[in-house]
């Protein structure tokens, strides 16, 4: 949504606002003032009409202009009903030297999750992908990872849902039955690119069970509407993207907030690294989102891997 529109939107929110006072305040013309109302219509936007001026009766349930609307934090939004995947067409924003870009989608026919692995993505869901510049080092990344964790379990707890962080990317219901330590919620993914001393872009993608059935989820997975029933997809994406917006504004601020999140930290784990298995207590994470695990023959620093939370009897 570009600024005048947005500056319009306000005033029709404000309203009742006749149109030549809104023309005249963001010193365009009265038809522009009328396009750009139509245009909010065309949007899903409710603007009623009448002798005092343009008045906003209502706003669409979902999609780019309506998360806009009212959102506390500088990102704009590329919406589309389908796409293959978030990720993929925010890495063509990035290409394009675009940042502060949300690509956001009802559904994804092609969502994937770590090792490329098949991410369900039905309507319903929350499957966004921030395009972003950050002024940080490359080592220095994966507390963005951290942070969109953080925000997507924030807004979930805000929803009703007894969410908590579990490592390395994965936003969940603890469940002591789960073999996986929780009913998975939502998938965090990061990608970057950049050279060893300078970051070019990196993307983050967020995939969440909103108002997803449990009948169109695989595995352990829940959904908010499972947990604790429909939540405003708007508001949930408006929430995490603003408290997204506060973490990376306090990179050294992300840690402790994971750490107060977290559903691994002193737990007994097990890690698959492919090659070996890693077992012990998870202690801490490190700022570059490695694990730290206290084992018998002391701390193991694991950077990735498939982690299962060990029941006491294990």
């Given at each position: ?212 059935d449990p009948a169109d989820l695989e595995g352990e997975a829940t ?92």
């Amino acid at each position: 949504m570009n600024d005048t529109r947005r500056a319009v939107l306000d005033a029709l929110a404000d309203g009742p606002e006749p149109g030549p006072a809104i023309a005249d305040a963001l010193d365009v013309s009265r038809a522009a003032v009328w396009k750009h109302v139509e245009a909010l219509r065309d949007a899903g936007f409710e603007v009623d009409s009448g002798d005092d001026g343009y008045v906003l009766a209502s706003v669409p349930e979902y999609g780019g202009p309506a998360v806009e609307f009212g959102l506390d934090a500088s990102f704009d939004v590329e919406y589309h009903d389908a796409v293959a995947s978030t990720n993929d067409r925010a890495r063509e924003l990035a290409t394009e030297g675009a940042a502060d870009v949300v690509v956001l989608a009802d559904r994804q026919t092609g969502g994937r999750g770590r090792r490329d692995r098949e991410w369900s993505s039905p309507s319903g869901g929350i499957w966004a992908s921030l395009v972003l510049r950050p002024d940080l080092p490359p080592a220095r990344v994966p507390l963005l990872t951290l942070a969109a964790a953080v925000a997507v379990t924030d807004a979930a707890r805000e929803a009703g849902v007894d969410a908590a962080i579990k490592w390395p990317n994965d936003v969940v219901v603890p469940d002591e039955t789960s073999e996986r330590g929780g009913r998975k919620l939502a998938g965090v993914l990061t990608e970057m690119e950049g050279e060893a001393s300078r970051v070019s872009w990196v993307v983050v993608g967020m995939g969440v069970n909103a108002n997803v059935d449990p009948a169109d989820l695989e595995g352990e997975a829940t959904s908010v509407r499972a947990e604790a029933g429909d939540v405003s997809r708007r508001v949930f994406v408006q929430r995490v993207l603003e408290r997204f917006d506060d973490l990376r504004a306090d990179p050294d601020g992300v840690l402790d907030a994971w750490r107060e999140r977290a559903a691994t930290l002193g737990q007994r784990v097990r890690v698959d690294l492919g090659d070996e298995t890693v077992e012990g207590e998870a202690v801490d994470v490190t700022e570059h989102g490695a694990l730290v695990v206290a084992t018998d023959d002391g701390e193991r620093v694991v950077h990735s891997g498939d982690c299962q939370h060990l029941r006491p009897a294990e």
